[in-house]
């Protein structure tokens, strides 16, 4: 008898007890929100914009931009948008995710994941943060952060056949894109038509002998229209532009080079007495290991970065023409 009443104590007790938590925690917690209401304490920003990596980082790599915020439970961040300094790219909005509970407040972490697309320094960005209006009394509604800037570097070569497989060449965000590319499109579609209408003419006056540059840049012209058409796939187009530069360039500069490796022809161009003006190398170094990456390692190039490489492809093909003097010297192009 004296244990079933020892039993039946215990039970009560903790029933009791947790009768007592079911009334008394829900009860503290409104207790301490309404508390940090009152004393309303500011937001507090414990660590500054912190960059991971923190050094340098490689073409295509992903880079992040994150703060934590420290709030009372009565305030949160409900929007966040960001600005990349020109040469990078944001991959996704910014996300927000409470970090910590504790009891009065919450740490949240908002970050921004973004991508350099461009070798070289990458200016300074911003991360603009909203926090939830909770009266009409409050005051501090949001907070501006300086997104530093950071060098990008390029892509290794690989030597030896051996390619450096790296992560997946940035995505780009473009405001009016549509427009863009519409415009784009008109003008290469005129400027098409006027190679061909200048080819006709001369057809008729006798046979006609494209020199290597007016070569390259209608078959620059013809690609980016085939891709635009959906006539060309992305990764086909990609690959068709690498062999029209370096078919190029063998043909400008007499280089007799059909079976060198992208690592033996850069190195070729790359002499200190190169043929190659010296502005031109670092992008045609970067394009063709990238070339490389999307025939050889099957990594997949998005739109940007294939219109970026067009761009640079009919800049190099148009900085590397002979001069009008150069021309006439040798009485005529070859």
């Not at 295509?60 to 931009?65: E, I, P, W």
Request: net charge positive; with cysteine; proline share 7%.
């Amino acid at each position: 008898m004296t244990k079933k009443k020892t039993i039946r104590k215990i039970l009560f007790a903790l029933m009791v007890t947790a009768i007592s938590a079911v009334i008394l925690l829900p009860g503290t917690a409104v207790v301490i929100y309404w508390y940090g209401i009152k004393v309303n304490a500011p937001v507090q920003d414990l660590t500054g914009i912190v960059m991971t990596p923190s050094g340098d980082s490689r073409l295509g790599d992903t880079v992040t931009a994150s703060v934590l915020l420290k709030m009372p439970w009565h305030r949160r961040p409900i929007e966040a948008a960001a600005e990349i300094g020109k040469g990078g790219t944001m991959l996704s909005d910014p996300s927000i995710v409470r970090q910590q509970w504790a009891i009065g407040y919450s740490v949240w972490k908002i970050a921004v994941e973004m991508r350099p697309y461009r070798t070289g320094l990458i200016p300074p960005g911003k991360l603009d943060v909203k926090f939830n209006r909770y009266d009409e009394k409050s005051a501090d509604l949001g907070m501006d952060f300086r997104i530093p800037e950071f060098k990008a570097l390029p892509l290794e070569n690989a030597k030896g056949g051996n390619l450096l497989v790296a992560s997946r060449l940035p995505d780009p965000v473009i405001a009016q894109q549509k427009m863009l590319w519409t415009a784009g499109a008109i003008l290469l579609a005129l400027l098409v038509a006027a190679i061909l209408y200048c080819i006709f003419r001369k057809r008729r006056e006798g046979p006609v002998m494209l020199t290597p540059w007016e070569t390259a840049l209608l078959e620059l012209a013809e690609l980016r229209i085939g891709f635009r058409q959906g006539k060309i796939e992305m990764e086909t187009c990609f690959v068709k532009l690498t062999d029209v530069v370096r078919q190029y360039l063998e043909k400008r500069f007499r280089i007799n080079a059909p079976q060198q490796t992208t690592y033996e022809f850069l190195a070729e161009l790359n002499k200190p007495d190169g043929v190659l003006p010296e502005n031109q190398r670092p992008f045609l170094r970067e394009f063709m290991t990238a070339a490389d990456l999307v025939k050889f390692a099957k990594l997949p190039p998005d739109e940007h970065t294939l219109s970026v490489a067009l761009d640079k492809a009919e800049e190099l093909v148009s900085e590397t023409r002979p001069a009008a003097p150069e021309l006439n010297r040798k009485g005529g192009a070859k």
